[in-house]
């Protein structure tokens, strides 16, 4: 048992003093801070996430017990370009300072705007259905219009003319 203890106690300082953190701050061009941006460190070789931490409402971070090597220092927010820089511990290790990301450009080569129809309102004790958001052969007549009425189901041609009158008013 004591030839455990032993090496663990000798090497005990060397593992605590290997795991170090790293805090900064994370801002868009307009100083700003950037609430829960994403901050993580990569490895080199392949790109796989090794650490990672999230900015506060204040746009600090901290990310803890990181181990010594070499990392990619990747920074991101949606709208924002990526910010990589490769990075050593513990030489970088305590306070990295500020992070400034800058606004990505979006580039559109055409946009489409398409609407939608609402196609059912409720106005206090009336319904009102809107034709436009019922798909119908261009041939259609009303009683086609009628069938494909979500709410109401087809009982006959009494509630044809019900609608009929409804629809005159």
């Known amino acids: 048992m004591l030839r455990f203890l032993i090496p663990f106690f000798i ?15 994370v801002y868009d061009e307009s100083a700003k801070p ?7 460190l990569l490895k080199p070789s392949d790109s796989t996430l090794l650490f990672f931490g999230i900015t506060n409402e ?7 017990r990181i181990t010594k090597g070499t990392y990619i ?8 370009q990526t910010y ?3 990075i ?4 970088k290790a305590g306070d990295y300072g500020v992070v400034v990301l800058k606004a990505k450009a979006l580039n559109l080569s055409e946009a489409e705007v398409l609407g939608e129809y ?19 052969k261009p041939d259609a007549v009303a009683e086609d ?11 006959g041609p009494e509630i044809l003319r019900q609608w009929v009158r409804m629809l005159k008013m």
């Open 11 to 25: 090497l005990f300082p060397f593992i605590i003093q290997a795991q170090t953190s790293l805090s900064g701050k």
């Open 34 to 40: 950037l609430p829960y941006a994403t901050v993580a």
């Open 58 to 64: 204040q746009g600090n971070f901290e990310i803890k």
């Open 73 to 80: 220092l990747q920074v991101a927010f949606i709208g924002f």
């Open 84 to 86: 990589y820089e490769s």
């Open 88 to 91: 050593a511990f513990p030489e």
């Open 118 to 136: 609402i196609p059912i309102t409720v106005k206090k004790d009336t319904i009102e259905y809107n034709a436009a958001a019922f798909k119908t």
């Open 145 to 155: 219009l009628l069938r494909n009425c979500l709410v109401w189901r087809w009982t």
